[in-house]
């Protein structure tokens, strides 16, 4: 098995099909000067694997006339057709082989490689010479053609390092793609990285010989059926040995091909002379031409926070992260502290909660071996195969796929970064021979998730999450929802409703990234009917305490006046603001901040007398200056008397922050209840973060005539979860009939701003 | 020759598989169900007004069996799928005239 072994066959085919093509040239024409044989494609570099096609080119001058030429060419193909191999064949001039190849990018590859087999030497070099000409010439106007049949191969055909039945051909990654790269470097454009290809192509073209070899066929799809077979044929150990082998030759190949297309994209954009267009969008980190990179020589490099705050950029506004940018983060790695600064956690939460984008700037960070080194429990399931019929991917692909599937889940849990960070890990015990996946991904997520900075009690339900996340649908499919014992088993271990949601989204998230056979709305309803009966006997939810007032905010209360004070923190700001009462008051406070361009992170406020008290966390724009405290007062006295249009400056600040491309995300939500609390109504807002949010609710509900007795804002990720203590204007919870229209109104707007 | 089908409560498939299998039987096909009988589906009373009729989640088992062995089966499906409430299911039988098995061709009770 090897590459000499596929010499010898593409030797042996060129000896029998060049006798046959000779002696029927000598017996109907007794010359070989109008016509000739050529091998293309795979079989023109010369290796055949044992079952594939035999690709030939008949190429003729024009001179013998349709009827001779038919005759002859019957006569050439018809025994060959009963052999061995198919054929796949083509005839055409020197002429009409090239306004083919002009038309057509996959002839023109495949010509690339065209290989003399019998016949007139000379009317083949011309062909050849074309071809090679032609692909130089065309390489500018071909190259979109060639990026897109790249994308649609692996859109059609999915990526070989992470399916579990990969293509060995088509998909991305495969055969298919070493070709293109190969074709791409002839034109000399750019330096091609082909010593990286050299052991990743000789592996692949190895597991598709023996492939064909133990199946007999013409078959390139590396079933899990086959795959023992295989591993035997090549004398690997056993089949996950060899899915490793080709998920990391596929990542190699996956590697060379973003980098090729990305030196040749630069090339292209510096030629043209394009007006760069630069938008710093945080401290070291710019969008330039489509891609997120990061600013050369910038101080923050020496950040160990800045890789995982551009990459949380990049996903949430749906680009990629340059190769220089990974290749420069890898350079200039900073380990994180331990436990991890709380925005490196946010930034986490952020890339994992942008959606399929996220996946994307994943990769890129992972083929430099920054992933690993920030979770190292995450080198374990890299590639890691798994022999189980309902899988489609590996257990690493299968997780960010499960967080993928989350965000479109992140509305319907109190907590999305809990889920985002469980869906990511959730298999993350799997591939410890002995070990029940779940019970040791329990043991590995608890220290990892206190090293990512979470409080104790959130590392607990991480962990719960992860040890149980197959419970509900076991249960629903196995056990007798109409028995009390049944949902009794299910709240003792599982005992708050906060938890449960999250552990439903999270089945959902996973059995939809699993595949259709792991998840169908049959088993969804069942799973759906078991949650429902268990939060019927589970006691409720509680929403976030109120802040409570420290005898020293007391204090200044009793003084009367604005009074403000700003404690620099790591990456953020604490800002108090203890102020007179008024109605809107946290819709100005909140604008304010808003167009001072400091992003609120949290906030509790809690109204006292005739004062309010607020304790904001917040983190400055790019472009933000320094808080202080006389510039924040004489701002925000400018705007309690209405000397500041704080709408239009918001409107003006999203309409900057849209510039940015922007990625899918679930609508806003609002709800409303006055079971939460004694004499108020909780209004909880859900959405993606962006700039002004909280403007937008308090004024919303100013407007709508309330006061707002406390506030509590948590910015969890890209997700923004405000909850605000409502009370009419005489002291008491809003009439049931108000609360559903407040929640509606607040809804409303949020959906149109 | 018959085909039973019986329509089950998804938790009672391993029990009744157990006692198939006890019996002799070597196999079966499985598959997803939804629908309602007298049982009516979940019947809920939403937000005091609405009325909502849900399909229900069950589980459709096939199984080919000779015509002398029908009654037992049937009879061993609904000993084991009983739990005596309300939307335990149904079990028939159909008659069946021919049965192949493709990879030998047998034909008949060899078949099955």
Redo the contacts between chains.
Sequence with gaps: MGTRERRERSDEADRALAAAFSSLVTTLHKSESSISLAAVGGYGRGELAPGSDLDLLIVHDGSLGTEKLSEFVNAFLYPLWSGPRLIDHSVRTRSETRETAQADIKVAMGLLDIRFIAGNADLLEGVSNDAQEDWRRNFNKNFPALVKSVQERAARSGELAFLLEPDLKESRGGLRDINAIRAISRVGLVPVALERLASAEALLANVRDALHTVTRRNRDQLLLTEQDKVARELEIVDADVLMLEVAKAARAVDYVMDLTIHRIENTKKKSLFRKKSNLAISEGIEVENEEVSLISGSGAFSDPTFGLRAAAAAAQRGLPLSVDACLELAQNFQPLNNPWPRQAREDLVSLLGAGAAMIRVWEALDQEGIIEKWIPEWSHVRFLPQRNVLHRHTVDRHMLETAVRATHLLRTVHRPDLLLVAAAFHDIGKGFVDLDHSEYGEILIKPLALRMGFPEIDADTLALLVRHHLLLSSV???????DPQTIASVTSLVNDPATLELLHALSIADGEATGRTAW?D??A??VA?LVKRCLSAMSGFTPPAQMQLTPEQELRCQEGVLWTNITKQENTYEIEIISPDQVGLLAMVAGVLSISRMDVRSARTRSHGDFAVMKWIISLDVNAEPPTNPKLQELLKRAFTGDIDLSSHIDERIRNYRKFPGIPVAPPIARASNDFATNATVLEVRMHDRPGVLYAVAKAVTRFGVDIRAAIVATLGAEAFDTLYLTDLSGNALSEERTVLLANQVENLLLTQ | MKLITAIIKPFKLDDIKSALQAYGITGMTVSEASGFGRQRGHTEVYRGAEYTVDLVPKVRLEVLVDSQEAEAVIDLIVKAASTGSIGDGKVWSTPVDQVVRVRTGERGSDAI
């Excluded at chain 1, 629903?476 to 109409?482: G, P, Q, V, Y």
């Design positions: 629903a499919t196995r056990r007798d929802l109409d169908s049959w088993k309803r069942l009917d």
